[in-house]
Nanobody, 125 residues
Framework: QVQLVESGGGLVQAGGSLRLSCAASGRTISNNVMGWFRQAPGKEREFVAAINWSGRRTDYEDSVKGRFAISRDNAKSTVYLQMNSLKPEDTAVYYC??????????????????WGQGAQVTVSS
C-alpha cells in the first residue's frame, strides 16, 4: 500500500507559477511511472504529465507543453510538477498518481492504482 500526499496548490494570477509536490509513504517502489492528472469543474479527469522510473522519459498534454515540467527524486520518494505561465484554463484540482513499471501505459488513467488527495490550483485573470 502506497499513500500519496500532495502539497503546493493555491491561488495565483495569470502568468504566475506554482510547484506541486507529491510525496509517497508506506511501501514505495521507485521503478514505476508517475503521473499528474487534473479535473476542472464539470469535466472529466484528464492527463497532464508523466515520467518514467529513471526520469529519462516524460510526456505532456499538448496545452501544457513548454509551460509545465515534471520531475522526480526517487531518494525522497517525491514527484514534482513545476507550472509556469499559468492560465485561467489551468484551474482545476490536480492529482498525482502512481502507475506500474510499463511506460507504454502512461496515458491510460486505468493503469494508475494509487492517487493523491488532490490539490486545488486556481488561476485568476
Amino acid at each position: 500500500q502506497v499513500q500519496l500526499v500532495e502539497s503546493g496548490g493555491g491561488l495565483v494570477q495569470a502568468g504566475g507559477s506554482l510547484r506541486l509536490s507529491c510525496a509517497a509513504s508506506g511501501r514505495t517502489i521507485s521503478n514505476n511511472v508517475m503521473g499528474w492528472f487534473r479535473q476542472a469543474p464539470g469535466k472529466e479527469r484528464e492527463f497532464v504529465a508523466a515520467i518514467n522510473w529513471s526520469g529519462r522519459r516524460t510526456d505532456y498534454e499538448d496545452s501544457v507543453k513548454g509551460r509545465f515540467a515534471i520531475s522526480r527524486d526517487n531518494a525522497k520518494s517525491t514527484v514534482y510538477l513545476q507550472m509556469n505561465s499559468l492560465k485561467p484554463e489551468d484551474t482545476a484540482v490536480y492529482y498525482c498518481a502512481r502507475g506500474g513499471d510499463t511506460w507504454s501505459l502512461y496515458r491510460n488513467i486505468n493503469s494508475y492504482k494509487s492517487w493523491g488527495q488532490g490539490a486545488q490550483v486556481t488561476v485568476s485573470s
